[in-house]
């Protein structure tokens, strides 16, 4: 998945799947579509070498405390088990998505789950926050 839904899907109210059947009954005028308010930042953590080449296989902990944290979801995208371990399988492997009442409060509660994530040659931006957080 685009990490673009995972900074979006979380505040929203309402129901998905109404309203994907109103969109594709062509009714999406009866559904009352909801937002919660707040923010939500998505980032995600790479393998080494993305988007090129990168290696497979390496083991992923921590996964478990940074959902932990308040507000924090992560979302899998290249992972997989193998013998009974989370492996990196991908490119992006994580989207580590964090809602707080503004942008501020959303990138202090991503920050501190991804610290808690690990794996061998992660990376990932540590820009995307507002201007006026440092």
Known sequence: MT???????PLLDADLVE????VV??????VDV????GACICVVMASAGYPGAYEKGKVITG???AEGEEGVIVF?????MKDGRL???G????????IGRDFAEAAERVYKAVSKIHFDGAHYRRDIRPKSVV
């Open 19 to 22: 309203i994907c059947e109103a």
């Open 87 to 89: 492996v990196t399988s």
């Open 25 to 30: 009954d062509e009714r999406l005028h009866e």
């Open 91 to 98: 490119g992006r492997v994580l989207g580590v998505t964090a």
């Open 63 to 65: 996964i478990e405390e």
């Open 34 to 37: 909801r937002w919660k308010d």
């Open 3 to 9: 990490p673009k839904p995972q900074a979006v899907l």
């Open 76 to 80: 899998h995208a290249g992972t997989a």
